[in-house]
């Protein structure tokens, strides 16, 4: 079993549909869960950081963490075509400050349509 | 703010030839980590430097080697490369004491020929 799971996708929706993005994963040492954005050929751009469960919310963007379930979402609303990306959630544990690197899902790849 | 930088942007080598990668952090960042995006995989961890020194590394062969310098800019050197190698580096970089919020530059794509 992977360590982080990811439905690659594609995923596609219609402009102006609230999107939700989910990641599960296994180990319960996480404690700290991100989401990245990524588009074709350029580097990943952080979106979102949550630490340990609950909800936090940016603009349109609300990340959600459920640690009993070991499972995060992200949700986009009021989708827009320039969302049309690779969305990427993160993971790392608590412990040892930057030693585990971030352990990446291997991203969804979200299409909204015009 | 300047964003992480790298370079080159795309980088052509034969099998057994050895790569040189750079990165230049976010202006105040101390660490720099260094990842691997090859197609199928997703990014996996290879390097962390912080204050100079190498301070963990992922599961990757020793021939995966770097170094971070006194204005904290970092290089990563790839020795006897191999087709797998082929792939998109990522660099990224954190200030002190906050390693979870790593923002990554546009990345080196690498390939072996």
């Known amino acids: 079993q992977k360590e982080v799971e990811q439905d690659p996708g594609p995923l596609s929706v219609p402009e102006g549909a609230i999107v939700s993005l989910n990641c599960t994963y296994s180990n319960s040492a996480f404690q700290y869960f991100m989401w990245y954005r990524q588009y074709s050929r350029k580097g990943p751009e952080l979106l979102m950081y949550?630490?340990?469960?609950g909800n936090k919310e940016d603009g349109r963007f609300t990340a959600q963490v459920d640690k009993s379930s070991k499972y995060i979402s992200l949700f986009i609303r009021d989708s827009q075509p320039s969302d049309s990306a690779t969305y990427l959630c993160?993971?790392?544990?608590?412990?040892?400050?930057?030693?585990?690197?971030?352990?990446f899902g291997k991203g969804t790849h979200l299409i909204i349509q015009p | 703010e300047a964003g992480v930088t790298q370079s080159p942007t795309h980088l052509i080598k034969t099998r057994g030839q050895q790569a040189t990668l750079r990165c230049s952090p976010i202006s105040g960042h101390t660490s720099v980590y260094w990842y691997q995006q090859a197609l199928g995989l997703g990014l996996q961890f290879l390097l962390w430097y912080d204050e100079g020194e190498e301070r963990n590394r992922g599961n990757f062969p020793p021939r995966f080697s770097g170094r971070q310098f006194p204005n904290y800019s970092s290089e990563l050197n790839v020795n006897a490369l191999e087709l797998e190698d082929s792939a998109l580096y990522l660099c990224?970089?954190?200030?002190?004491?906050?390693?979870?919020?790593?923002?990554f530059g546009p990345g080196t794509r690498l390939t072996v020929l």
């Open positions: 993160a993971m790392k544990g608590g412990s040892g400050g930057g030693a585990d690197g971030l352990t």
């Open positions: 990224a970089s954190s200030y002190p004491s906050s390693y979870n919020e790593q923002f």
């Open positions: 949550t630490y340990s469960s």
